[in-house]
């Protein structure tokens, strides 16, 4: 019973469970919201592009 208590009370992958949560949860929101993000990266290196031609 001693080694189950240890085991559960046990710390050190916390860190790698969170990491793989959180990246679970980026890519979730990625592939949600694809559309909306194609969007935006378009619209601002649209923005980019034009401003660049301005300067040259």
Do not use: P, Y
Not at 14 to 41: C, D, H, P, T, W
Request: glycine fraction near 8%.
């Amino acid at each position: 019973m001693r080694g189950w208590n240890e085991f559960l009370m046990e710390e050190e992958a916390n860190g790698v469970v969170e990491v793989i949560l959180i990246l679970v949860v980026l890519i979730g929101a990625v592939v949600i919201f694809r559309k909306q993000l194609q969007s935006l990266v378009g619209d601002l290196l649209d923005s980019v592009e034009k401003k660049a031609k301005a300067i040259t």
